[in-house]
DNA sequence: AAACAACCGTACCGTACGTTACGGTACGGC
DNA sequence: GCCGTACCGTAACGTACGGTACGGTTGTTT
């Protein structure tokens, strides 16, 4: 409780180093215990209790500190041309997958996963939605909106999230529970090129502006 | 070593009894502790070793045991026409979006993700992967692929796997990453139906035959 | 009735791990 | 030189839990 508690502030050099040792751990699969960690960060465990708290509080800063550097790049704000746009949610759906794919993604889902069922502390699963799919969609709103009032996208005004959560289907689809749940997915950057090429052609068949009604209706 | 071992056969009503209350005592998110399952279903824990060996095994056998009475309705497997088809694709997606919601499915998920990144021998994850999104996609190709015979569906002959998982992705969205990692997403029934509606018409109108050219190209 | 099997309940063992405590070292301030 | 602070390394404590052993009870067979 030095400078930092649990919220915004940032941590020391050496603390981040004992933080990407935890990453490490986890996702090289090896155990992170505090002994473990002790010995991978060269640090004593009395340390890591003064700065961390307890484990759980170790686990949250561990995943705050993953989360506070995937920040995607940002989406170029210029006027709004079809081509343009196609090609921000080509860049945005290669970069998604690309991260989906990684090891410490994956990693780190599975441990907020787990812990999302168990602990009530530790709301590792919140922030790891707060910084995943959720983040997308905030990404991924404006962009959609912009289009939709450019007359490149068609759907009703209010729906660009429902927008986005298809954007996000197609772009995903069984990509990510697969590999959380083990299956052996490659993943090529080749492969991700060509998905994301089939999602965003997808993404325009369906809310291009002008060549069909909209999919928001009920039945 | 009495009936079963590992693989096909069937369990004792007693021994259901007992992987049913393992069951419960996972789904509703209490400690799944071999003296724990001892005591929720007054059985000994001597037993229960007996019958499955290990920790191991007992999750194991109690994700078989959801696993075998999953088995989604039979697809009537009729003339396809289009409206028995987008029927079928219809109801499909409602029964999916509503495995996927229910509090036995998040639950089984989380186990089966959290030990598919620490644990070597329990394949949990296979095995939920293999009823799970696998088993839905050995369902969906042959419906589709009778569709794309009858003239119905447009997509090269091969890419139904690549059709059915676009399918997941429209159906599924974030949907399920999203309760894994416990945002309290509600999906009554109204919204179930109404999002499989949505993704059942987003469906057709990628891949309705004779409207437009294929999809699967690449770039 | 005796023998046996299946099972329950519980005590027990070994270990892994979170957490704490403590001795030892390096360093800046006075 | 001395004190306080920060840190390392490690021993120690308490607990939870997987796994085993054993006595007691019930039901079945001979």
Redesign the pocket.
Same mark, same amino acid.
């Not at 155990?31 to 002994?35: H, K, V, W």
């Given at each position: 409780m030095?400078a930092v508690e649990s919220g915004a502030g940032e941590w020391?050099e =050496?603390q981040r180093d004992v933080l990407d040792a935890a990453l490490r751990l986890i996702v090289e699969g090896r155990?992170?215990?505090?002994?473990s960690l002790?010995s991978a960060a060269?640090?004593?465990?009395?340390?890591i209790?003064?700065w961390f708290g307890? =484990?759980a509080g170790l686990l949250t800063a561990t995943v705050r500190h993953q989360a506070s550097r995937v920040r995607g790049t940002p989406l170029p704000e210029g006027r709004a041309t079809r081509d343009a746009l196609e090609a921000s949610l080509h860049r945005f759906a290669v970069e998604w997958l690309t991260v989906l794919g990684g090891q410490t993604s994956v990693a780190l889902n599975r441990l907020a996963v787990a812990h999302a069922g168990t602990d009530r502390a530790a709301d590792l699963g919140a922030i790891v939605l707060n910084n995943g799919p959720l983040a997308m969609e905030a990404r991924l709103v404006p962009m959609l909106e912009a289009g939709r009032l450019a007359g490149i996208l068609d759907f009703d005004a209010g729906d660009a999230e429902t927008a986005a959560r298809s954007f996000f289907g197609l772009v995903v689809r069984d990509v990510q529970i697969r590999l959380l749940l083990g299956d052996p997915l490659s993943l090529s950057p080749a492969e991700i090129e060509r998905d994301a090429g089939r999602a965003t052609r997808q993404f325009f068949t369906l809310f291009a502006g002008g060549q069909h009604r909209s999919t928001g209706g009920d039945s």
């Open positions: 030095s020391t =050496r155990p992170l215990t505090m002994t002790a060269s640090c004593s465990k009395e340390t209790y003064k307890d =484990r």
